[in-house]
Every structure is written in structure tokens, then in C-alpha cells.
């Protein structure tokens, strides 16, 4: 009897370890599932941010550089009246230059209106690369000043 009664408590003690571990695997498993579930949506609230952060980006350059081309437009309007009025040999010239300038602001602008988000990298780039181009314009616009308004 006292042999069953041991062969039982062993047993007893036995499945009460079992069922404890078990419990706590399952316990275990389902703060890991919390936890990663924690950080999908951490990593989802991230995406987001950096996405309206990009946007923000994006219409502020856009507003920012359709205001530069916005006054070389006007520049090359105010060059035009003056060449208008300019009876010297030069103004084929300056007529020539003014429409190049003018067409260089329009691809500026085009290239500008048709950009699409394509990502952080090419985001870079393009910003680069219009700014390199309205600047471009701005120059050669001022040097133009210079000769016309001498």
C-alpha cells in the first residue's frame, strides 16, 4: 500500500510538473505573439509617418520651386517687353536667348509636375537634379540681366 501510495504521489508530482511547464510554454508563446504584434504595428506607424513626412517633402520643394520658376517666368516676360523695345544689333540675339531660357524653364517646370514618389533615394535624386536645373536657369537669367541691362 505504501508502495501504491508513493507510485501515485510520484505520479501526481509528475503530471503537475507537466501541466505547470506546458502552462507555461503557452504563456511564453502568447507574449511572444503580443510582443511581435507590438512591433508590426510599431513598424506600420513608422511606415506611415516617414510616408507623410515624404509627401510633406515633396509639396513643400514643389511649392518652393514652382515659386523660383513662377519669377523666371515673369523675368523672362520682363526681358522680352525689353528686347522689344531694343533696336540694337544684338536683338536677334537676345530673342534667341530668351526663348531658349523660356523653353529650359518649361522642361524645368514639365519635369517638375510629372514626378512621381518613387522613393527616399530617387526622391533625393530628382530634388538634386531639378534644383541643379532651376539654379541653372537663375544663372543664366542673371547673366542675361547683365548684358541687356547694362
Known amino acids: 500500500m505504501k508502495k501504491t501510495i508513493y507510485k501515485l504521489a510520484v505520479s501526481m508530482l509528475i503530471a503537475c510538473t507537466i501541466f505547470t511547464a506546458c502552462n507555461s ?3 511564453k508563446a502568447e507574449e511572444a505573439k503580443d510582443k511581435i504584434q507590438a512591433a508590426k504595428d ?8 516617414f510616408e507623410k513626412n ?3 517633402s515633396i509639396e513643400q520643394f514643389k511649392k518652393e520651386s514652382l515659386e523660383k520658376i513662377s519669377q523666371d517666368e515673369k523675368s523672362i516676360a520682363e526681358f522680352k ?3 522689344a523695345k531694343d533696336k540694337s544689333q544684338a536683338k536677334a540675339q537676345y530673342d534667341k536667348m530668351v526663348a531658349d531660357l523660356e ?3 518649361i522642361q524645368v517646370k514639365k519635369k517638375l509636375d510629372e514626378y512621381k514618389t518613387m522613393g527616399k533615394e530617387d526622391w533625393e535624386k530628382f530634388k538634386i537634379e ?3 536645373d532651376v539654379d541653372k536657369v537663375n544663372a543664366d537669367l542673371k547673366e542675361l540681366k547683365d ?3 547694362k
Do not use: G, P, R, Y
Open 103 to 105: 523653353q529650359e524653364n
Open 54 to 56: 515624404m509627401k510633406d
Open 130 to 132: 531639378l534644383k541643379k
Open 42 to 49: 510599431s513598424v506600420a506607424a513608422a511606415a506611415k509617418e
Open 147 to 149: 548684358k541687356i541691362f
Open 25 to 27: 510554454s503557452n504563456k
Open 81 to 83: 517687353t525689353k528686347i
